[in-house]
């Protein structure tokens, strides 16, 4: 009796194991111009899509990675290889290119949440303008949640530290999610921001 119950248990795991995989959205992962970090990047994507169920979080299915990019979300996400050797740090930067096509399809609360932003942070490093960093607060904001909810928060805080010391456009962006989030997550919370499951 009890070897069956075991087996059942192990067959029901490997079930689940496997639905888990076939149920994530297909993505389309694209090398241009392919190279060695263009491959190593797309491998550990590959590999943080086995090991995390990231399909609450993929709003496209379509990816470009591409050395010497500027990681864009639109109109096809394409991710740069700066973090080719550094699968957490890319799962940062995935996340983040993801949740703004989640902000494009919430966009009037966006809209809203950015407006309460700016007159918290009306002065901002604008090295794209200050729309772009305060929509950059929600999904940096929104990347950290997402880090906490797969790394745990000790490892998130230190995936975001990293990147922050690395990242020459959005720094002062992680600095203010790292240490005076609390507006942030008030606001986001109003306007209904967080999408499930990090609600």
């Known amino acids: 009796?009890?070897?069956?119950?075991?087996?059942?248990?192990?067959l029901n795991f490997v079930n689940c194991s496997s639905k888990r995989l076939d149920q994530a959205p297909s993505v389309v992962i694209t090398e241009v111009?392919?190279?060695?970090?263009?491959?190593?990047?797309?491998?550990?994507?590959?590999?943080?899509?086995?090991?995390?169920?990231?399909?609450?979080?993929?709003?496209?299915?379509?990816?470009?990675?591409?050395?010497?990019?500027?990681?864009?979300a639109f109109p096809v996400m394409t991710l740069n290889t700066k973090y080719s050797e550094e699968p957490k740090n890319i799962l940062s930067m995935w996340l983040r290119e993801e949740f703004h096509w989640w902000i494009r399809q919430n966009k009037v609360n966006a809209d809203l949440a950015v407006n309460e932003l700016k007159k918290i942070y009306p002065k901002v490093p604008t090295p794209r303008g200050s729309h772009s960093i305060h929509l950059h607060i929600i999904t940096c904001y929104l990347e950290f949640k997402a880090l906490?909810?797969?790394?745990?928060?000790k490892e998130a805080r230190n995936v975001t530290q990293q990147i922050m010391k690395k990242d020459k456009l959005y720094s002062w962006v992680y600095y203010q999610i790292l240490y005076k989030n609390f507006a942030i997550e008030k606001i986001i919370e109003k306007y209904q921001l967080l999408p499930p499951p990090l609600t």
């Not at 009796?1 to 059942?8: F, G, I, R, S």
């Not at 906490?148 to 928060?153: D, M």
């Open 33 to 72: 111009n392919p190279n060695k970090w263009t491959y190593l990047t797309k491998q550990n994507m590959l590999q943080l899509a086995q090991v995390y169920d990231l399909s609450p979080f993929l709003y496209t299915n379509k990816i470009l990675v591409q050395s010497n990019a500027i990681s864009t």
């Open 148 to 153: 906490e909810h797969f790394l745990g928060p």
């Open 1 to 10: 009796m009890k070897c069956l119950l075991l087996l059942l248990l192990i």
